[in-house]
T-cell receptor, first 113, second 113 residues
Framework: DTAVSQTPKYLVTQMGNDKSIKCEQNLGHDTMYWYKQDSKKFLKIMFSYNNKELIINETVPNRFSPKSPDKAHLNLHINSLELGDSAVYFC????????????FGPGTRLTVT | KNQVEQSPQSLIILEGKNCTLQCNYTVSPFSNLRWYKQDTGRGPVSLTIMTFSENTKSNGRYTATLDADTKQSSLHITASQLSDSASYICVVTPTGGGNKLTFGTGTQLKVEL
């Protein structure tokens, strides 16, 4: 059973398009995240939701809009895609408590041409 | 400057050898420090989680140490295997940070025959 799943795994699109990435976790966790990993492999947090409520919103352009229809899902919609949006996007989830592990999805490689 | 710095940036060792990766952080106070392993093309996977009061934590051939006074952590890998080739990431959770984990810059390890 996949704990955190993301779709699609690869996404190639042109500048200016709008696209969405979906994420689902079956671990019963309350907290979910979106991270962006650039070419230098640095993982940067974008958003975090706790039980469908936005709790972390880093300085991400308004073109990025997360949506959490329920606590098992956190989708990422990106408007007007730009070349600089090309990266690998990871979804993750984590339970409550300081010893709770964080589980990552397989990543979505977004290429904007 | 990132609050979690890792060294070296990259490392090449021969199979069977030991190695130690370093993590220096300025996040304070913090509730826990984690080490993740990220294989190429995959999401990070948790190796160890230590609270601020713990000094060491092992997971098989991986042993993490923590010195909260000097704000340093290390990950020691014993008897390296080819499958240890990956990026190793140090992650610190600030106290009261609302689950906002601070990621390090990572060390890229390559194990060769």
């Amino acid at each position: 059973d996949t704990a955190v799943s993301q779709t699609p795994k690869y996404l190639v699109t042109q500048m200016g398009n709008d696209k969405s990435i979906k994420c689902e976790q079956n671990l019963g966790h309350d907290t979910m995240y979106w991270y962006k990993q650039d070419s230098k492999k640095f993982l940067k947090i974008m958003f975090s939701y706790n039980n469908k409520e936005l709790i972390i919103n880093e300085t991400v352009p308004n073109r990025f809009s997360p949506k959490s229809p329920d606590k098992a899902h956190l989708n990422l919609h990106i408007n007007s895609l730009e070349l600089g949006d090309s990266a690998v996007y990871f979804c993750a989830s984590m339970g409550q408590g300081i010893f709770h592990e964080q589980y990552f999805g397989p990543g979505t490689r977004l290429t904007v041409t | 400057k990132n609050q979690v710095e890792q060294s070296p940036q990259s490392l090449i060792i021969l199979e069977g050898k030991n190695c130690t990766l370093q993590c220096n952080y300025t996040v304070s106070p913090f509730s826990n420090l984690r080490w993740y392993k990220q294989d190429t093309g995959r999401g990070p996977v948790s190796l160890t989680i230590m609270t601020f009061s713990e000094n060491t934590k092992s997971n098989g051939r991986y042993t993490a140490t923590l010195d909260a006074d000097t704000k340093q952590s290390s990950l020691h890998i014993t008897a390296s295997q080819l499958s240890d080739s990956a990026s190793y990431i140090c992650v610190v959770t600030p106290t009261g940070g609302g689950n906002k984990l601070t990621f390090g810059t990572g060390t890229q390890l390559k194990v060769e025959l």
